[in-house]
């Protein structure tokens, strides 16, 4: 069975908590977290590039000169797409990226992003810590004392607490969500994930099943 190293509210180690089998201890399907990854990047993308087409374009739709006798190629409009200040052909239209995925897929993508991260002894909880106020530093020195350093971090609690959120928005590379929220591409994203041992447990009741 998984084990993650469990920390106090200073990030004093003070032992071992096991990680369920069901969730951190499943064979890795890489291809999987790729095409959740996938999904939630396009998900995520607003699609507002647009180009216009000639149709678009303000200006006459007038033949500039007639058909033949000038000894120039055929013209029709101002608009069309071969001339200056004219419409875009095949450029990017407005529309929305996002697509489905099966929610069987995404959970076992995620249990396959936990294990993986499970599997590297990236994986840290945290019992007892609860500041008193916002404080950056403090936050800062809790994870440096449980040897995080430049690495990308994940910070999962239980519910959006507003003095914890405010300590560590600050920080660079570090991001947080709530445990049922969790997603195999922000679990990948991270190189460690920082949990609370109340965000643990309800990570165990939602994906537990």
């Not at 996938?38 to 058909?67: C, I, M, P």
């Not at 609860?130 to 690495?151: D, R, V």
Request: with cysteine.
């Amino acid at each position: 069975m998984p084990n993650a190293i469990l920390f106090d509210g200073t990030g004093k180690k003070t032992s071992e908590v096991e990680l369920p089998e069901n969730i951190f201890g499943r064979e890795v399907n890489v291809h999987l977290i790729w095409e959740a990854c996938k999904n939630y990047q396009a998900n995520q993308r607003s699609g507002t590039a647009h180009t216009k087409d000639r149709s678009e374009v303000t200006g006459s739709t007038a033949k500039l000169f007639r058909q033949k006798g000038t000894g120039r190629a055929r013209a029709g409009s101002g608009k069309s797409p071969h001339r200056y200040g004219g419409g875009t052909a095949f450029g990017p239209k407005t529309r929305s990226h996002s697509y489905s995925m099966p929610k069987k897929a995404r959970r076992s993508a995620l249990y396959s992003a936990l294990s993986d991260r499970a599997s590297e002894n990236a994986i840290l909880v945290v019992d007892g810590y609860k500041p008193e106020a916002p404080k950056t530093q403090e936050f800062k020195s809790l994870i440096t004392n449980m040897g995080i350093g430049k690495e990308k971090v994940l910070l999962v609690l239980d519910e959006y607490d507003v003095d914890i959120c405010k300590s560590a928005r600050n920080l660079r590379d570090l991001d947080f969500i709530v445990g049922r929220e969790l997603n195999a591409y922000q679990v990948m994203w991270a190189d460690k994930l920082v949990m609370t041992s109340a965000a643990l447990e309800q990570v165990k009741e939602v994906f537990g099943s």
